[in-house]
């Protein structure tokens, strides 16, 4: 199983600039989320998806758009890039979410100039 | 939002020694969970706790969940090289959203040979 897959690895964006990134799992899971990591700031959650057609506002939403049309896809959509959204991305699901065991995938850095 | 803080932020030890790591909050959690996290991967979950005063072990590894459900702690024996990386906290809100985690910031271990 690939489990958890986001793509792309790295990414560099000038300001005002929108992108995708993408996130997908192959284990069937309802819950899928996306956290931010920053330097001393520790993983803040920014959207999460109880299952499909179901999304919502996690700690930091701002500037982050989701959609969740499949199961098996949550892309994470920055409408006008800005350098306060440079961090580590990851992307992560499990089957119902609460205390389920996380499966978290191995993170976008993206830079924002 | 439910806080949870973590100490020691940094813990720089010699092969063999003991270590204890800390996860507090003042508020209460339905479960707690462990990762660790290596340079340039998503975090791995370690071990989750449900009950107070439960404590769970994996190898030299032990965990222990607060009798009132609001701190936690990891104890590592012997410690060894293999155990560096970033061991993250993660707290299930017991109020409001089951859906959600919340992450302490981390504490960044470096077991050197």
């Known amino acids: 199983n690939a489990g958890v897959t986001q793509t792309p690895k790295f990414q560099v964006l000038k300001t005002g600039q929108s992108m995708t990134l993408q996130c997908a799992q192959d284990?069937?899971?309802?819950?899928m989320s996306w956290y931010r990591q920053d330097p001393g700031m520790g993983l803040r959650l920014i959207h999460y998806s109880v299952g499909a057609g179901i999304t919502d506002q996690g700690e930091v939403p701002n500037g982050y758009n989701v959609s969740r049309s499949t199961t098996e896809d949550f892309p994470l959509r920055l409408l006008s890039a800005a350098p306060s959204q440079t961090s580590v991305y990851f992307c992560?699901?499990?089957?119902?979410?609460?205390?389920?065991?996380?499966?978290f995938g191995s993170g976008t850095q993206l830079s924002v100039l | 939002t439910q806080l949870l803080e973590q100490s020691p932020q940094f813990l720089s030890i010699q092969e063999g020694e003991n270590l204890t790591v800390y996860c507090n909050s003042s508020s209460v959690f339905s479960s707690l969970q462990w990762y660790r996290q290596e340079p340039g991967e998503g975090p791995v979950l370690l071990v989750t706790?449900?009950?107070?005063?439960e404590v769970k072990k994996l190898k030299r590894l032990t965990f222990q969940f607060g009798d009132a459900r609001k701190d936690s702690s990891l104890h590592i024996t012997a410690a060894q090289p293999g155990d560096t990386g970033l061991y993250l906290c993660a707290g299930q809100n017991s109020g409001g959203s089951n859906y959600k985690l919340t992450f302490g910031k981390g504490t960044l271990l470096t077991v050197n040979p």
């Open positions: 992560a699901s499990s089957y119902s979410g609460g205390s389920e065991k996380l499966f």
């Open positions: 284990m069937n899971h309802e819950y």
């Open positions: 706790v449900v009950t107070g005063g």
